[in-house]
């Protein structure tokens, strides 16, 4: 994908670090680790062309190793988003911290708690990328986005199945974006969240 130049070397820095703390905190699959730039970085990169430009808090649920939310910090506007990433797993806490600390990223900061413990967020924009079903995920963005706020969910082959089960307790508008990473796989953009 097409970025600028210092968005490449903070990525490539980035995937160092991913490589060098993975065998002790388990960022990623270790069988995926060949496949980092693709399947992991280029993924999380996909949804910074899929949305709209805008500001204001974007808070990424269960970041994990930073995929989406480093990605996202690294690619967007610096003056964009300030980026709030919920972890509740302390060692990937402090990995993401070393992450925001070595690159730089002045708009971006680790929550180190359950999703659902943390205080409302009123945000903007919402993204997770293989954490929970798409119903937990709606009860999360209910509970943290501003009225108005637009979450973007990556999910793979079983999209269609979750959405359907979920519409058995949420009321949604859902905009299925194709993944370019995988065939089957898909950027569901929902906003309009309310209980059933």
């Given at each position: 994908m097409d970025v600028s130049r210092e968005t490449?070397?903070?990525?490539q820095l980035y995937a160092a670090l991913v490589r060098k703390w993975n065998p002790r905190i388990n960022l990623i699959a270790g069988s995926t680790l060949s496949e980092l730039e693709h399947r992991h970085i280029a993924d999380s990169l996909q949804l910074a062309h899929a949305t709209e430009p805008g500001h204001g808090t974007w808070v990424d649920f269960g970041s994990g190793g930073g995929f989406p939310g480093i990605v996202l910090a690294c690619a967007l506007p610096a003056d964009s988003y300030q980026f709030k990433l919920i972890e509740s797993d302390q060692r990937k806490g402090a990995f993401l911290r070393t992450v925001i600390r070595e690159l730089e990223l002045k708009?971006?900061?680790?929550?180190?708690?359950?999703?659902?413990a943390v205080e409302p967020q009123n945000a903007e924009v919402a993204s997770a990328r293989a954490l929970a079903p798409l119903a937990d995920l709606l009860a999360f963005s209910a509970r943290h986005l501003k009225s108005?706020?637009?979450?973007?969910?990556?999910?793979?082959?079983?999209?269609?199945?979750?959405?359907?089960?979920?519409?058995?307790d949420w009321r949604f508008s859902v905009e299925p974006i194709p993944s370019i990473t995988g065939s089957d796989a898909a950027i569901l953009k929902i906003s309009e969240v309310s209980h059933a």
């Open positions: 490449e070397e903070r990525l708009n971006t900061t680790v929550i180190a708690s359950r999703i659902e108005g706020g637009t979450a973007y969910f990556m999910k793979g082959r079983n999209w269609r199945e979750e959405v359907e089960l979920a519409k058995k």
